[in-house]
């Protein structure tokens, strides 16, 4: 079962800032958070992973609280082409001595932007 | 970079039928995944390989399902004999342990 709790669906005006909250209350200290997107049709598609510390790339940001037990995926000015399903995974780090496992998908959140 | 590459994108057969799906994963990558997904059920992981060589495959859903990885560029997902209920897209992704990269998928419509 996914380990990840996440609204099943959020509308946000064009030009606005989405914001999608995920909660992984039960994340281990050797877990990275990991944020996928899939549009209809495609295959998903990597945003961000995190650890604790806070990450922005020319997508989005991510936001992580200090206990760790939550995220946000922040998109800053949502368009019309962000519509998708967001994912919220947490995935066990390589650096914990594991090898890389599969993702866990959970149903994730229905972004729809509306115009 | 070209990307994952899947082949064939669409595919539509007859119950009973042999159907291979094959990925080519991005150059220099050492991890290599197959999911599959359906709207009861989602995305599921059916099977990965690190170098070549199969680590799980847990999620392969029956003996009907195999995966092979020859070389470190190229794996094939087979089902045989195929039933209407394997209707779903299955996806390749690659990595080298960390954000993993997806294919395009493979829609599978078995009639």
Known sequence: ?115 | DAGVIQSPRHEVTEMGQEVTLRCKPISGHDYLFWYRQTMMRGLELLIYFNNNVPIDDSGMPEDRFSAKMPNASFSTLKIQPSEPRDSAVYFCASSLGGPDYFGPGTRLTVL
């Not at chain 1, 800032?17 to 050797?30: F, K, M, R, V, Y």
């Not at chain 1, 295959?43 to 992973?49: A, D, E, K, L």
Request: charged fraction near 15%.
């Open chain 1, 1 to 115: 079962d996914a380990k990840t709790t996440q609204p099943t669906s959020m509308d946000c005006a064009e030009g606005r800032a989405a914001n999608l909250p995920c909660n992984h209350s039960t994340i281990s200290g050797n877990e990275y958070v990991y944020w996928y997107r899939q549009i209809h049709s495609q295959g998903p598609q990597y945003i961000f992973h995190g650890l604790k510390n806070n990450e922005t790339n020319e997508m989005a940001s991510l936001i992580i609280t200090e206990d760790r037990k939550s995220s946000t995926l922040i998109l800053p000015h949502a368009t019309l082409r962000d519509t998708a399903v967001y994912y919220c995974i947490v995935r066990v780090a390589l650096y914990s001595g594991g090898g890389a496992d599969g993702l866990t998908f959970g149903k994730g959140t229905h972004l729809i932007i509306q115009p």
